[in-house]
């Protein structure tokens, strides 16, 4: 079965959602044309292209991914829940330590954003 939910941010300001409701947390999920699974390739060819990346999980709908910081080590989970029927891709990125991520985890989303919807624009 699909999975429909990711996981609510904490409290703390160091995590983002495009399924928060809240303006602290809440991020714009990626939205793509045509069939999911090419969809799920373009967003895990991007995925992989990060340095410092390691895909823990691909399960139907659902990726997960861990982001590892360049200075201190740090890791992040980001993770990915296709939505099929309204053509969007719900993100969630987190640190796992901390409390301030001082808006990196944001950033990253921007980026994605910006690199998905770059290979989207490319295709016929």
């Given amino acids: 079965m699909p999975k429909e939910k990711l996981a609510?941010?904490?409290?703390?300001?160091n995590c983002v959602s495009s399924q928060s409701v809240d303006t602290e947390h809440a991020v714009v999920p990626l939205r793509y044309r045509g069939a999911m699974e090419a969809a799920m390739h373009r967003l895990l060819d991007i995925i992989r292209a990060q340095k410092r990346t390691k895909i823990v999980q691909i399960s139907g709908n659902y990726i997960h991914a861990e982001l590892t910081s360049a200075l201190f080590g740090f890791v992040d989970d980001v993770e990915f829940l296709i939505d099929?029927?309204?053509?969007?891709?719900h993100v969630r990125s987190a640190s796992r330590v901390g409390y301030y991520d001082l808006g990196v985890n944001r950033r990253r989303v921007n980026d994605l954003r910006s690199r998905f919807e770059e290979a989207n624009a490319a295709l016929p």
């Fill in 84 to 89: 099929d029927t309204a053509k969007v891709i």
């Fill in 8 to 13: 609510p941010c904490p409290n703390s300001p």
